[in-house]
């Protein structure tokens, strides 16, 4: 045990896992989240273009910014049901068609409703990327490099975001009318890419196991570990989480369902009826997710020009280019991260980089409210301090809390209501980044830009000190283990029910709420 009460990280194996096969498909299935980032980065300059364009208020451009977040609700629940009912790899699917459709309707929209039509539909191609790329990727993961796969889906965000800043940098200089157009439609082209790559992706082999081909899944694990024995082994475990008995075999199999229905099963154990080790996943799984955008995260990427415009940075090349800087740092941590999160540990980076965001939060803030008190006076120190803290602030996010939520979030449920509970975090994540999104220009004119961002500084204690409090390290433990974690039993919650006694005390007083 830790010194702080809460279980130690066991070390990935120093055996080389076979992580080529998975590396393949991380990689396939995280080009969702490309699209995803793109239409979150691309839309925080192309709304200072499609504002004079379709000459609409501020108001309406709030609502346009974070109604995407709003809208990915229905994707977020709709991807827990899809790839539970379909599989995740099919599932992938619709990611990329509601990509193609909605940035088609985007790029040919005549008007504020035909846009706000379009980023309907792409929001709910945002709803399922956030939620299958994490998870099917940590299906297929080895233990060993997990946490590095599952980052691949954080990366392509930040590649995405990037491609968004660049995006308008280069359309900038065509018409009006025109350029805004050509920001939003081009992010067709990544879905059709992505289609045509995931026919050949294979399946989870959890989801495999959860609809007993069991055939199936071993031809998978067999590729995914280094030898028949581990594979094997692996499949057991996975067999004894869904609930299919030790001594039950075969290529396809029945598996054995309780009374009530398979999906008011899931609802119930996770949210209507949870044991209390389930309780306190979902409550961890909840807090990572929501404190990633009550933070601020989502704001400052989506507002970022005009957080260098209030600091006194003039002209739309200047500001573009100071965007696209702050593009440039979030994808270069992020690839540091990713080889940090199966060496350091996820605990520890999330707790660096919760301490390294408040600390930009409050120089940001500091530097805006300066600037805000000089209106007539350029203070030069002040504009760099500002342009200093944005970029450590994304830095920080990005070696931290941006990587580590999808990873931890993933592989601390259970596989029976995984895809649900990862949906339901998702969707508040989502919820959050939409009302922050939507509210951000009208909070910052009540309590100025830099009174925002002293309050995002404040959230970010709070979940520092949450973090610190109730998340216990995962590194290098399979998915069937970390049930442990949080103090259930072997052989799951209705064990766990019959004989509460039995689960780990250390665990239980460190995370009880």
Same mark, same amino acid.
């Given at each position: 045990?830790?010194?702080?009460?809460?279980?130690?990280?066991?070390?990935?194996?120093?055996?080389?896992?076979?992580?080529?096969?998975?590396?393949?498909?991380?990689?396939?299935?995280?080009?969702?989240?490309?699209?995803?980032?793109?239409?979150?980065?691309?839309?925080?300059?192309?709304?200072?273009?499609?504002?004079?364009?379709?000459?609409?208020?501020?108001?309406?451009?709030?609502?346009?910014?974070?109604?995407?977040?709003?809208?990915?609700?229905?994707?977020? %629940? /709709?991807? @827990?049901? *899809?790839?539970?009912?379909? #599989? !995740?790899?099919?599932?992938? +699917?619709? =990611?990329?068609?509601?990509?193609?459709?909605?940035?088609?309707?985007?790029? %040919? /929209?005549? @008007?504020? *409703?035909?846009?706000?039509? #379009? !980023?309907?539909?792409?929001? +709910?191609? =945002?709803?399922?990327?956030?939620?299958?790329?994490?998870?099917?990727?940590?299906?297929?993961?080895?233990?060993?490099?997990?946490?590095?796969?599952?980052?691949?889906?954080?990366?392509?965000?930040?590649?995405?975001?990037?491609?968004?800043?660049?995006?308008?940098?280069?359309?900038?200089?065509?018409?009006?009318?025109?350029?805004?157009?050509?920001?939003?439609?081009?992010?067709?082209?990544?879905?059709?890419?992505?289609?045509?790559?995931?026919?050949?992706?294979?399946?989870?082999?959890?989801?495999?196991?959860?609809?007993?081909?069991?055939?199936?899944?071993?031809?998978?694990?067999?590729?995914?570990?280094?030898?028949?024995?581990?594979?094997?082994?692996?499949?057991?475990?996975?067999?004894?989480?869904?609930?299919?008995?030790?001594?039950?075999?075969?290529?396809?199999?029945?598996?054995?369902?309780?009374?009530?229905?398979?999906?008011?099963?899931?609802?119930?154990?996770?949210?209507?009826?949870?044991?209390?080790?389930?309780?306190?996943?979902?409550?961890?799984?909840?807090?990572?997710?929501?404190?990633?955008?009550?933070?601020?995260?989502?704001?400052?990427?989506?507002?970022?020009?005009?957080?260098?415009?209030?600091?006194?940075?003039?002209?739309?090349?200047?500001?573009?280019?100071?965007?696209?800087?702050?593009?440039?740092?979030?994808?270069?941590?992020?690839?540091?991260?990713?080889?940090?999160?199966?060496?350091?540990?996820?605990?520890?980076?999330?707790?660096?980089?919760?301490?390294?965001?408040?600390?930009?939060?409050?120089?940001?803030?500091?530097?805006?409210?300066?600037?805000?008190?000089?209106?007539?006076?350029?203070?030069?120190?002040?504009?760099?301090?500002?342009?200093?803290?944005?970029?450590?602030?994304?830095?920080?996010?990005?070696?931290?809390?941006?990587?580590?939520?999808?990873?931890?979030?993933?592989?601390?449920?259970?596989?029976?209501?995984?895809?649900?509970?990862?949906?339901?975090?998702?969707?508040?994540?989502?919820?959050?980044?939409?009302?922050?999104?939507?509210?951000?220009?009208?909070?910052?004119?009540?309590?100025?830009?830099?009174?925002?961002?002293?309050?995002?500084?404040?959230?970010?204690?709070?979940?520092?000190?949450?973090?610190?409090?109730?998340?216990?390290?995962?590194?290098?433990?399979?998915?069937?283990?970390?049930?442990?974690?949080?103090?259930?039993?072997?052989?799951?919650?209705?064990?766990?029910?019959?004989?509460?006694?039995?689960?780990?005390?250390?665990?239980?007083?460190?995370?009880?709420?």
């Amino acid at each position: 045990m830790a010194s702080d009460g809460l279980p130690e990280a066991v070390a990935p194996k120093t055996k080389k896992s076979n992580i080529k096969y998975a590396s393949t498909c991380a990689v396939v299935a995280s080009m969702a989240s490309i699209v995803l980032g793109y239409d979150i980065g691309v839309m925080s300059g192309a709304s200072l273009y499609i504002q004079k364009d379709l000459e609409i208020t501020d108001v309406q451009v709030e609502i346009l910014m974070g109604i995407l977040s709003i809208y990915s609700i229905v994707g977020s %629940f /709709a991807a @827990g049901m *899809t790839s539970d009912w379909i #599989g !995740r790899r099919f599932t992938v +699917i619709f =990611v990329a068609a509601f990509f193609f459709a909605g940035a088609l309707l985007m790029g %040919f /929209a005549s @008007g504020y *409703t035909m846009l706000m039509l #379009g !980023r309907f539909v792409a929001g +709910i191609g =945002v709803g399922y990327a956030i939620v299958i790329a994490p998870l099917y990727t940590a299906e297929i993961a080895p233990a060993s490099a997990r946490g590095f796969l599952v980052s691949f889906a954080e990366v392509f965000i930040n590649l995405g975001i990037l491609f968004g800043y660049v995006s308008n940098y280069a359309f900038a200089r065509l018409p009006l009318h025109l350029g805004w157009r050509f920001m939003l439609g081009i992010g067709a082209v990544p879905s059709v890419l992505l289609a045509l790559l995931v026919s050949g992706m294979p399946e989870s082999p959890r989801w495999l196991v959860m609809k007993g081909r069991l055939a199936d899944a071993r031809v998978v694990l067999e590729k995914i570990t280094d030898t028949p024995e581990e594979a094997e082994e692996r499949l057991a475990d996975i067999k004894t989480a869904a609930g299919i008995p030790e001594d039950l075999d075969g290529d396809v199999v029945v598996v054995p369902r309780k009374r009530g229905g398979e999906e008011k099963q899931v609802w119930r154990e996770l949210i209507l009826s949870p044991t209390p080790s389930m309780r306190r996943m979902l409550l961890a799984a909840l807090g990572v997710f929501l404190f990633q955008q009550l933070t601020g995260s989502d704001s400052v990427v989506l507002y970022s020009p005009r957080v260098f415009e209030s600091a006194g940075i003039t002209g739309d090349d200047q500001l573009l280019a100071a965007t696209c800087a702050m593009g440039v740092a979030k994808t270069l941590v992020i690839l540091v991260a990713m080889f940090l999160l199966d060496r350091v540990g996820r605990r520890p980076l999330l707790l660096c980089s919760t301490g390294g965001m408040i600390v930009s939060l409050v120089g940001l803030a500091t530097g805006l409210t300066v600037v805000d008190q000089n209106p007539d006076a350029r203070v030069p120190w002040a504009v760099s301090l500002c342009v200093a803290s944005v970029l450590a602030y994304v830095s920080f996010f990005s070696v931290g809390l941006g990587p580590v939520t999808g990873v931890y979030t993933t592989e601390i449920l259970p596989l029976r209501v995984r895809a649900l509970g990862f949906a339901v975090g998702a969707a508040g994540n989502r919820v959050v980044s939409g009302v922050m999104s939507m509210a951000f220009l009208s909070l910052s004119g009540a309590i100025t830009l830099g009174g925002t961002f002293f309050l995002y500084a404040g959230v970010a204690v709070l979940a520092w000190v949450f973090f610190f409090t109730c998340l216990p390290e995962t590194r290098g433990r399979t998915l069937e283990e970390m049930g442990s974690l949080f103090g259930m039993t072997d052989t799951g919650p209705e064990a766990e029910d019959a004989a509460p006694g039995t689960q780990d005390a250390s665990c239980r007083a460190r995370l009880l709420i």
